[in-house]
């Protein structure tokens, strides 16, 4: 299966087939408003301002499966993301990013590009492995998003070239993405 397969729906609740991202370079991200991590949206608006126009599209789909941090509803979210850091990159409706429930686009992605543990070198990567550890050990087990603010980096053609997890800045991913906007 392809990515350019999957549909999706806008935050608005519009479908939109990621065939619409052909030949875009894609960083697509689970995020959530209340984590210690959502000051990555700055970071991504900013990656996205600068790169938009070169051919690059952020997609982020927000989820509160991680310690209910993304309690509100698709507008609440929207405008959450507006007033406070100026996001004007796609916004999807909420989703569920890992188990059972998982949308069939994070089970694609996940299996394309596995968990190779967190950055225990970031002042918060030992802290969530050991928050993980502690409260959600399950959430170790496997290839699953572990956390939000996991990025996924696509090439034009739809292939998934790197994994971030939450404790790389979407600033650190800026030499790979200049590499495949070329």
């Known amino acids: 299966m392809s990515m350019y397969e999957f549909k999706v729906k806008s935050i608005d609740g519009g479908e939109v087939c990621l065939s619409e991202y052909k030949g875009k370079v894609l960083i697509i991200v689970n995020t959530a408003s209340k984590c ?9 608006q900013r990656i996205y301002e600068k790169y938009n126009a070169k051919g690059l599209e952020i997609l982020a789909f927000p989820s509160n499966q991680f310690a209910e941090q993304e309690p509100g509803t698709n507008n609440e979210v929207k405008n959450f993301c507006l007033v406070n850091y100026g996001v004007s990159f ?11 429930n998982a949308h069939p686009l ?19 990567g030992k802290i969530l492995s050991s928050l993980l550890q502690e409260k959600f050990p ?5 290839d699953s998003i572990k956390w939000n603010f996991t990025k996924f980096l696509i090439d034009r053609n739809g292939n998934v070239v790197s994994r971030h997890e939450p404790t790389t800045s979407p600033l650190d991913m800026e030499m790979e993405i200049e590499q495949l906007l070329r």
Do not use: C
Not at 111 to 119: D, S
Not at 138 to 142: A, K, M, Q, T, Y
């Open 138 to 142: 399950d959430f170790l087990i496997g």
């Open 106 to 124: 994070f089970q694609f992605l996940t299996e394309q590009m596995p968990f190779k543990g967190f950055n225990l070198n970031h002042p918060i």
């Open 90 to 100: 796609p916004l999807f409706e909420k989703i569920e990013v890992r188990g059972s």
């Open 36 to 44: 210690g991590f959502t000051p990555q949206y700055e970071d991504l």
